[in-house]
């Protein structure tokens, strides 16, 4: 195939890989064509640029700024990068030949570029659906349903599930739920498209951790619990602060909390006022030597605000399993991701993300039980090699093209 894939995240190789390189990066081991065309922060690049990464072209077009900035100006960025990704694909793509378009939500006003692009190559296009927009602004009361925004960003969401081919989404819950909400759509447009990564190898995890605790002057006998990712509303850091709170003189455990986000000033201040001890905040590190320090901890921290109405998967998952990591997850009771981690994966344990009391009785079993700990991390770490790698998307991404195309040649 020939694939163009339409992003709106996609890291330098200077800045890493992450779950969407590795997908390209696949999708040409399987001796496929990838053109990548993703929307690039103005604070990044002076201007549009094409240029060859990894092993293949990667078009960065110049757009607003779409990260930890305000909502006006982050809703502003994303409704005038569709001309402008137009405008990319006309000049540096006007002769070029696509089988299928792959693409990710949000943004839902991407959706414009995909159609464009499908009526200008007579192509197929595949959603990759992570966040359910704007239905999650709605639950952390970002909007509302009475505010014109909500009903603009609603309508080019039903624009983009109507406009895609065929629609990936992480969990059977979120199957679901875009079913009950959209009564248009039909089941068998829909599949299971989890996210996934590249695993190379066994990860054998270290018995002694003397590097890191020496590095973060660390007693040797705390157990460490990371948490990986953006600090934003969406995780909800009120209940995280309450969480350090609680165990702020517990000498059983180190905090190590590692990303950015609008949300991180917050922990930041935090931690600094009440001279907490056992925990340590700092941005985001590259990949590399995010990985290593997964190497060496023992609990792997996933928070979701309690209010959420839809389900979610989060992708910093995929990272705890890869390094046979248990995870002690608080989110709100609408997500399937509960049922995933206890009953599907066996891979850690679960609380409501408003319920400190529920949270401190499953964290504590986890920072006792070492033996468990390292039973958990083991079953996460052997569904990720027989579920979640990138040879299965592409698998799943190859067959519904092959699907798609019987269905056009059958009409």
Partial sequence: MNILYIASIFPTPREGENLYTDLANEL??????????????????????????????????RTGNLYEIGNI????????????????????????????????SPPVTMYSVVKYAMKKYNCFSYLMQKDIFPQNAVDLKM??????????????????????????????????????????LKSDKLELFPNTLKVKESIEKKDERQKLKEKFRID????????????????????L??????????????????????????????????????????????????????KEVDIGLVFLDYRFTIPNIPSRTL??????????????????????????????????????????????????NKDERIELGKNGREYLEKNLTTEMSVKILENSYKEMKGEKENV
């Avoid at 875009?178 to 248009?184: A, E, G, P, Q, Y």
């Avoid at 040797?220 to 209940?239: D, H, M």
Wanted: proline letters at 2%; glycine letters at 4%; aromatic letters at 12%.
């Fill in 319 to 368: 990272s705890y399993f890869k390094y046979g990591i248990p995870i002690m997850a608080a989110t709100d009771k609408n997500t399937d991701y509960k049922d995933f981690i206890e009953n599907e994966t066996k891979s850690g344990l679960w609380s409501e993300s408003n319920e400190i009391d529920a949270y401190k009785e499953k964290l504590d079993y986890l920072i006792e």
């Fill in 241 to 294: 602060i309450k969480v350090l709170k609680e165990y702020k003189d517990d000498n059983r455990i180190y905090f190590i909390l590692l990303g950015k986000g609008t949300e991180s000033q917050k922990i930041h201040d935090f931690i600094k006022e009440n001279n907490i001890k056992n925990s340590i905040i700092k941005e985001y590190i590259p990949r590399n030597e995010y990985e290593e320090i997964l």
């Fill in 28 to 61: 040409i081991e399987n001796k496929n064509r990838v053109t990548v065309i993703v929307s690039e922060e103005k604070r990044k690049i002076d201007d549009t640029q094409i240029s060859r990464e990894r092993n293949y072209n990667v078009i960065r077009v």
């Fill in 73 to 104: 100006q982050k809703a502003d960025s994303f409704i005038t990068l569709q001309s402008k990704m137009k405008k990319a694909i006309d000049k540096y793509l006007s002769n070029e030949k696509f089988d299928m378009i792959i693409f990710m």
């Fill in 220 to 239: 040797k006998n705390k157990v460490l619990a990371i948490y990986g990712g953006n600090f934003g509303k969406p995780q909800g850091i009120e209940f």
């Fill in 143 to 184: 909007l509302n349903k009475l505010n014109p925004a909500y009903w603009y960003f609603r309508i080019k969401e039903k624009n983009m599930y109507k406009t895609a081919t065929r629609i990936g989404c992480m969990s059977k819950g979120n199957i679901d739920y875009l079913i009950s909400h959209n009564k248009f």
